[in-house]
């Protein structure tokens, strides 16, 4: 599987991923993963903004509440071979095993792909598991635009789906679980390759725009500027202090500027702020300081500042008694997540879920550089099964 | 004239002006240009990049050394609307001012049109005008690629130019004037309307690619991060810093990102200083110091810093004579600028060279509010009408 999936939206320079959903190496990836069910005699359900679901039900309970597994296919821009498709493949080697080894279900047992889980093109993460949980409408997502300014209802239909066949049913999803490649070394530090998730901590996006005014970099003299790009520099670096003081996360990893000349003062300066805190207090503290602190400095530099909140997530605590019964299985650690998954979404909308994480030995994710060892992967998948087998055995 | 160039290029949100060479705008305002020649009865001639002139020629001293005036017609991305045009117009309009006291030129006198002034598209500035004076050759310029990857040589003949056709000579020409609207206070300072220029500072481009590591903006902990949004933070506030203390320029106002999502720590910031100085010892310094600040903080934060210089200008001292005697004819200030000019090109390659600077109110350029007063155009356009008098009535 690893070898069909390695160069679907690979870039030759970087050897990062750029699968953004609803364009091409998404569509592709779509495509394989209907036959690597179908190879299974599983038949895939494609809902009407490309979410994907294939059940393999027992004719004697199809009507039980179903135990849903898999993950994401879209990557960040640049992204690793792992965040996402590492699920969805330990899902099908999953059911693999379970075959091998004679399981037969009692429940129905389905594997999903969510689409747009990154939120790399239209800024809203886990777009298809918030659409499919009813955290975000259709009519309020429709008008999403991404970067060129295409909205998401027209890329939607431009990738030959209809959102009016509606979305995927969580009605026979009695459980989640999806298994994730480890973003950090929690697992590296503990010297084990499967642990399962607690939390994801609480976190969302900001926009910051710096308004100034443009003007000619080279006769206007320092003091009669009004500079957006030190308010911007002085923010960023606040962000980053406030974050390390509070033991907190904080990035702008994105940045828009106008007019983006070289011998021009910029007009306005757009930046995007990603924070994560322990607590959805501590999360707002944060912020608020960075805010302050950027506020101050436009005050200095004659700019003006608004923030906009894109998307705020409060903390989602995972099941815990599902964790302590499914902890049991192979004595994994149960640790916390800083990174915003589907299951978060799921479990969110009263779904009991789990997420089972493999040991990644750098913690390097949303990086070409993103590695998993091989032998960590089929522990995971090993886990994985032994999980399924436990919720669709039952 | 101005009603004619309004709309040509003008972005409707912004009321700036997108006039990049070899592309529509810049077409059109080529097309409208020869028209407003052959209005006046001058024919222009076209060379194989796209720079302009047409001499108004006595029949009797036509191979004598001329008088070329002109300026440029593209603009930064964003611009105002005098930049470059007000002394293509003030050109035209002098010629008509001459004719209608009379005046019989003694020499040639041409009106000209340099392309690619600002760099705006191949990022180096008065390029038209480096070509024809040899300053750059066309072998090296061909090579150049614009922010879509496109070659300088296949942009010129997609403009429906023929670079093999030859430049622009500039044999005929014996003395070049630029007028142009001022791009600081001075003349506001001092309360006239029109200046003479004495030098140009020493200025350039420089190119920092801030190299990190891209990761995961939520589970990174932040002291495991190598992030160059950092280290370019910091250098963006040094370089202010420096040219403030040192009473120089220093400026970025161009960056670039990757993979630049909102959930990734950056693996790379490219940014361009635009640094301008009184000397080119003060130049060296200031780029030196805020090169070091920068290395020093690469190694705080893990990152690595390549600077490349793109292009550097050394200082341009005009004719000083030649300023001297052209000032009598109206009391006017002389006085230095800091932004580059055609006018520096073709003084740097012994063309006797003098400009005409017009007062600007705000002194905001490259900018949509980017102003000159009508009364104070009109009194550009007398100025520049006795100094083409004096020089190609003698």
């Known amino acids: 599987m690893w070898r069909d999936l390695a160069p679907v939206g690979r870039s030759a320079s970087s050897g990062g991923y750029f699968r ?22 599983l038949t895939v359900e494609t809902d009407g903004i490309g979410n994907q679901v294939a059940w393999w039900s027992p004719d ?24 996402g498709p590492l699920g969805v493949v330990s899902a099908l080697a999953a059911v693999d095993r379970l075959r091998d080894r004679g399981f037969e279900p009692s429940r129905p047992l389905g594997i999903g792909v969510f689409v747009e889980e990154e939120g790399s093109r239209f800024g809203r993460a886990c777009l298809g598991s918030r659409l499919v949980a009813g955290a975000t409408t259709w009519d309020a997502a429709r008008e999403l635009r991404d970067r060129d300014g295409v909205f998401l209802a027209d890329a939607v239909e431009a990738a030959g789906l209809d959102p009016s066949a509606g979305l995927l049913s969580l009605d026979r999803v009695g459980t989640f679980v999806e298994l994730h490649v480890e973003q950090g070394r ?12 607690s939390e994801i901590w609480p976190h969302g996006r900001w926009r910051f725009d710096f308004a100034g005014q443009a003007n000619h970099a080279g006769s206007t003299r320092m003091e009669d500027r009004r500079d957006p790009m030190l308010t911007y520099a002085m923010t960023a670096l606040a962000a980053n ?10 990035t702008f990893g994105r940045i828009a500027v106008e007019p983006n000349g070289t011998n021009a003062v910029p007009s306005l300066v757009t930046a995007w702020l990603d924070a994560r805190a322990s607590s959805d207090d501590a999360l707002a503290e944060l912020v608020a ?15 003006s500042l608004t923030v906009t909140a894109e998307s705020v997530s409060g903390s989602v605590a995972f099941d815990p008694d599902l964790a302590t019964r499914l902890a049991g299985l192979g004595d994994w650690p149960v640790i916390p997540t800083q990174a915003g998954h589907d299951a978060g979404i799921l479990s969110d909308a009263g779904v009991p879920t789990a997420m089972v994480f493999v040991r ?23 886990a994985l099964a032994d999980v399924l087998a436990e919720l669709a055995g039952a």
């Open 20 to 41: 953004q959903p609803w364009a091409s190496a998404e569509t592709e990836l779509r495509s394989w993963f209907a036959e690597a069910c179908a190879a299974r005699g």
């Open 60 to 83: 004697a309970a199809s009507d039980a509440p179903g135990v849903l597994t898999g993950s994401h296919l879209d990557s960040v821009l640049d992204g690793g071979a792992y965040d």
């Open 186 to 197: 929690d697992l590296v530090d503990r010297d084990v390759a499967v642990g399962l998730a």
């Open 241 to 250: 202090k406030q974050a390390r003081l509070a033991g907190q996360r904080a």
């Open 289 to 303: 300081a960075i805010e302050r602190q950027a506020d101050d400095r436009a005050g200095r530099d004659g700019t």
């Open 360 to 382: 990644n030995p750098t913690g390097v994710s949303h990086s070409p550089d993103e590695h998993a060892e091989t032998a960590d992967c089929l522990a995971g998948v090993e």
